[in-house]
């Protein structure tokens, strides 16, 4: 037998290995960064840096097991903004626009009549039959490699109505930190969303370090079909499941199959979620935005058409789920602040 | 500014990182392990290393990132047994004795009547209606904890019908070690299968390294509900999603939500998988374990009731997706072989 070269002997190559990492970043030393720059030294950030610190010190009670660490996040009004409209709405109405040519009907068809006349909001009064057709009229018809393309398009270029900035820069900085943190300590973080999946997927890696598989949402159903001699997935105008309230649980359970350790929500639609989760034997972590901040975002919550916050707001109090406070508790809430 | 001490110095923490992660064997040094040990010296073995080492050659054609390295596996025939009965199917027959006193009417009752009375296959004559009230009868009614320990204590006691030996041991060791394979060289590895998705991932860590999460399969339809003040899911008698055939890449898509370069099927319910996958830009590796071997296991393929491999056998010659040969390449089949 031969002897073992240098990069054979097992201390050796750890080194190598060890300092391969290091370069490419895969390991962070802990004490060479702050944790959570933008939040400000309140309770709020107190509470979640003693939890995550529970969860990895190996021998205490709140140890978790790096298997066991999965954390999901919801995502419009909590890792992005969702105000005064829902992104993937925004996507709609430029849809809308560029289909337009190609559907003379919708001159005179709401809710497309109104999208059209620059008064989206006397779209909404449709109702929920109007909206779905909306959405599937803008979602569907297309393979799915070509809807990525289109998604991935419009973020490279559509604005937001209120800020001018490009949606994906409409992040919420503290809980883009959050997400690093939590990776950080071996968390495996997922999105658990009412959006559309194949609406975030092509962005989340991007925006939040998140790939694709680790995004929970609503989805259409698709059709496998041959073009030429290729095979496509189709999607149809057809809604396969709606990934909001008492569906959250359900998407987690069919897309995760196991309970998270830690959820972040901000609205009503995040109730049964955050009741599931917390629900689970062992520790458990749950936290709810508080959107408080008129200046530097919006201001809303019991009384919010969009985001509504009302009964999860009086269940914190009893189930001791943390909300933060976005004026108190953040330093920023968005990166390109001053 | 102090000066760091020996845990804060860089190199060094990197050296006990390093140390760590050997010691836990989460880094295994490719030199000292024969890779694919149970596999024979074939042409079979050496496409799959030349793939998988292009793979990783950094400036090489066939280089994937590893963030793109997913690899799906179908499960029956592919991963595991599939002969004389599905598994599945095994735990719905065992499931029934469990249920019948609860059940009087199964003793005049199609297909009940049957398995109760020992023959299982005249419980097949009532065909996919019977089929589809047998799996609800066994599958639904309970929460998705509770149906979990089913399965879980399920495993831990029955036998498989031929050999006796238990069910997670029925598992293809070369398989095993191809999944190993692909991990250490940096593969994401899934489950996409027709089972149902909450029967196998009670299983597929212990069996595979698999976890629940990276399981793709059949779903039926869950509620949330509250019992006392405890949120629970429920599973209701509501097929929501077969995985199966034209399903697969929806399941794929839909779970996943990108293409794998990597597939491993054995029948034509992994063709529409196999032929998607390889459709995609860039390299891609589809391959098909051919049961050739009547002595170790079953020999089947054209004309089998189960696991039918008959149009994906034609496909592979023309779309030159590897056969695997379970004979002629594989020195083992199960490792409890002597």
Redesign the interface.
Known sequence: MRKPTF??E??F???A???V??LSGL?R?A??QEVLPSWNDTAAKTRIVEFVKATVTEGGDGYVAP?DR?AVFDNDGTLWSEQPIYFQFGFMLDRVKTLAPQHPEWKTEEPYKSILAGDPMGALKSGEKGMVDLAMKTHAGMT?DQFSKIVTDWFATAKHPKTGKPYDEMTFLPMRELLDYLRDNGF?TYIVSGGG??FM?PMT?KMYGI???Q?VGS?I????AIVGD??V?RRLPKI?FVDDG??K??GI??????KPIFVAGNSDGDY?ML??VT?AKGPGFAMIVHHTDGAREVAYDRDSAIGKLDKALDEAKRRNWLVVDMKADWKKVFAFEN
């Open positions: 990069a054979q097992p201390i190559a750890a080194v290995v060890a300092v990492l290091l390991i030393p004490s060479a298997y999965i799915t495996k999946v194949e997927r890696e790939p694709p598989e995004v989805t159903t698709t059709e496998y290729v095979p997935l396969d008492k569906g649980p359900s359970n069919t897309f995760i199959g196991r049964e009741r599931w629900a």
